[in-house]
T-cell receptor, first 114, second 116 residues
Framework: DAGVIQSPRHEVTEMGQEVTLRCKPI?????LFWYRQTMMRGLELLIYFNNNVPIDDSGMPEDRFSAKMPNASFSTLKIQPSEPRDSAVYFC????????????FGPGTRLTVL | AQSVAQPEDQVNVAEGNPLTVKCTYS??????LFWYVQYPNRGLQFLLK??????LVKGSYGFEAEFNKSQTSFHLKKPSALVSDSALYFCAVRDSGKAAGNKLTFGGGTRVLVKP
């Protein structure tokens, strides 16, 4: 399997623009997670899905952030409008169905908002 | 609530010497514990996990970790460090209780620098 795939790997945009990050989980995995990594706050869980349904979005910073999972093989994280403080590395991860199952991470998207 | 602490921001070790990265946790139920490693500009890679059973868990790249329930610790170890082990290491915990859902809580990370 190719592992978790994220695109783009790097994104540079200007404040106020819409940003869309994409993720393809490992085939057969029921859970998908979006994380954000910054120097100041470390690794934070933003939202996670089970069978395409959002289960916990308590980590989403504000209404400018939204995430969707229209099918089992694709998810998006959208920021609109983007702000400089959104600059971070965004990771997608996926896992099988149980609480003991390992989460496998994608390579991440490095977002820079100018 | 579940939490995990990595008390050392950085660990320096000479190549060939033993490497230990510390992790302590707090959960209300039983812990499921994980170690990940992150190399520069890469995603997190799974090293090993403790779910139940033998307290000594062996993982990838010669790493192992020991679960200690009385000390609520899960320290990562490698008997002989390599320069290529230099990376950022994350400990993570999930409470076995249903209230925790499927959320992992990560520690702040420990940077390991192995010098030749």
């Amino acid at each position: 399997d190719a592992g978790v795939i994220q695109s783009p790997r790097h994104e540079v945009t200007e404040m106020g623009q819409e940003v869309t990050l994409r993720c393809k989980p490992i085939s057969g995995h029921d859970y998908l997670f979006w994380y954000r990594q910054t120097m100041m706050r470390g690794l934070e869980l933003l939202i996670y899905f089970n069978n395409n349904v959002p289960i916990d979005d308590s980590g989403m910073p504000e209404d400018r952030f939204s995430a969707k999972m229209p099918n089992a093989s694709f998810s998006t994280l959208k920021i609109q409008p983007s702000e400089p403080r959104d600059s971070a590395v965004y990771f997608c991860a996926s896992s099988l169905g149980g609480p003991t199952d390992t989460q496998y991470f994608g390579p991440g998207t490095r977002l820079t908002v100018l | 609530a579940q939490s995990v602490a990595q008390p050392e921001d950085q660990v320096n070790v000479a190549e060939g010497n033993p490497l230990t990265v510390k992790c302590t946790y707090s959960v209300s139920g039983n812990p499921y514990l994980f170690w990940y490693v992150q190399y520069p500009n890469r995603g997190l890679q799974f090293l090993l996990k403790y779910i139940t059973g033998d307290n000594l868990v062996k993982g990838s790249y010669g790493f192992e970790a020991e679960f200690n329930k009385s000390q609520t610790s899960f320290h990562l170890k490698k008997p002989s460090a390599l320069v290529s082990d230099s990376a950022l290491y994350f400990c993570a915990v999930r409470d076995s209780g249903k209230a925790a859902g499927n959320k992992l809580t990560f520690g702040g990370g420990t940077r390991v620098l192995v010098k030749p």
